[in-house]
């Protein structure tokens, strides 16, 4: 008997046909739709016992002379099944690399659920209620810049150079030009001149915006604070006019049972000035340790605009008559939400901010 390498059945005989070895693993890889399958079948296509390897082995029992054509017949065959397999690899892998992201996905709105999407920070909040209640009352809203001049921030408003008032606000002063003569604006006060300058009178007009000060953080104070200033000018304005706004807006902002009152203070942009002062809303006025035990809590400062700032921006302080004033929104907010310390407001705790 002629010795056979090739398998039992006889099948794959030195005459196997290599071309029909690649059709028939084209024919199976099409079937393949998973790497392990895909394993498998290579093993089955090019293993020590694949029909190849046995082709391979029965070389031998070739003429010799047809032995070198056969072999390069079978490599071709190797190198094209190899070569089929490694691009259906391929294609599987990226299958199910994506079939694992799509997996993979979460859907981190579900996560969060409603209680935690975001919302308007308390502070926004109050400055956009302030607003409201200033526009219903027939004011208009103004803005200016947070870097501001030595003649905004202090000069316009009746402080000269070296005025000691000025001491009344520590500043931080911006490496701009001349040593301190660019600061961030220590209050919005510099708004009213900028108002007065570009439009002429009359004028009712809130200012809101952010204002800095070299302050050491404490629950009343914070070193980037928020402020809200309103300014009217207009002919025959009073006193009366400014006391009587400051009370609509406290019982329209705080509620019915919070009132105001103002107590004689010094400012420079104003004469005669005041301390605006409300009713405590934590004891609503019978004396608490947030108020001292006097039932009242300052919120700013106000009065009648000093026929000086008048002079500085232009306007005559005989035809005109203004009254100004200005005060923390952190501080409303605090109030209003009666939080004791208002370092909450920035820390930015989420487990404190969900519940104001
Ligand atoms: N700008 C003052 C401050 O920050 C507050 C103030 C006082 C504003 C009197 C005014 C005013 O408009 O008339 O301390």
């Known amino acids: 008997m002629t010795p056979s390498p090739a398998g039992d059945d006889g099948s794959e005989s030195p005459g196997v046909d290599p071309e029909g070895l690649v059709a028939s693993a084209v024919d199976r890889l099409a079937m393949i739709t998973t790497l392990t399958a895909l394993d498998e079948l290579q093993t089955d296509l090019l293993g020590k016992r694949s029909a190849l390897a046995r082709a391979h082995q029965g070389l031998v029992a070739l003429d010799p002379g047809e ?32 079939t694992r992201l799509e997996a993979d996905r979460l859907d981190l709105t579900e996560l969060i659920g409603p209680a935690l999407r975001g919302r308007l920070h308390v502070v ?37 150079p070296a005025h000691p008032a000025r001491g009344m606000w520590d500043t931080l002063y911006l490496e701009v030009g001349e040593p301190e003569t660019v ?25 809101p915006g952010k204002c800095y000060r070299r302050d050491t953080p404490d ?47 010094y400012f420079p942009f104003t004469e005669p000035s005041a301390e605006y002062e ?25 009065g009648m605009v000093d026929p000086a700032v008048f002079a500085a921006v232009g306007l005559d302080a005989e035809e005109w008559t203004g009254f100004a004033f200005g005060f923390g929104i952190d501080r409303c907010a605090q109030m209003r939400h009666e939080i004791p310390d208002m370092r909450v407001f920035f820390d930015n705790d989420v487990r404190v901010l969900r519940q104001i």
Not at 140 to 160: K, S
Not at 278 to 302: A, D, N, V, Y
């Open 67 to 98: 032995r070198p054509e056969a072999g390069r017949r079978l490599n071709e065959a190797r190198r094209q099944i190899e070569s089929h397999l490694a691009v259906a690899r391929r294609a599987l892998e990226l299958d199910e690399r994506s």
């Open 124 to 160: 926004q909040r109050t400055r956009d209620e302030l607003e409201d209640v200033f526009v219903g009352m027939g004011f208009r809203v103004a803005e200016g810049p947070e870097a501001e001049t030595d003649w905004y921030n202090f000069e316009a408003l009746n402080m000269p």
């Open 183 to 207: 600061m961030l604006r220590t209050h919005t006060s510099p708004v009213q001149v900028r108002l007065m300058e570009s439009q002429g009178p009359p004028i009712y007009a809130v200012m």
């Open 219 to 265: 629950a009343r104070h914070i070193p980037t604070f928020h402020q809200i200033e309103g300014l009217v000018v207009d002919r025959g304005i009073s006193f009366a006019d400014l006391a009587g706004t400051i009370e609509t807006f406290t019982t329209a902002y705080f509620g019915a049972d919070i009132h105001s009152r103002l107590r004689p203070s």
């Open 278 to 302: 409300i009713t405590c809303t934590i004891c609503k006025g019978s004396g608490c340790r947030t108020c001292s035990q006097t039932g009242w809590i300052e919120l700013g400062g106000c």
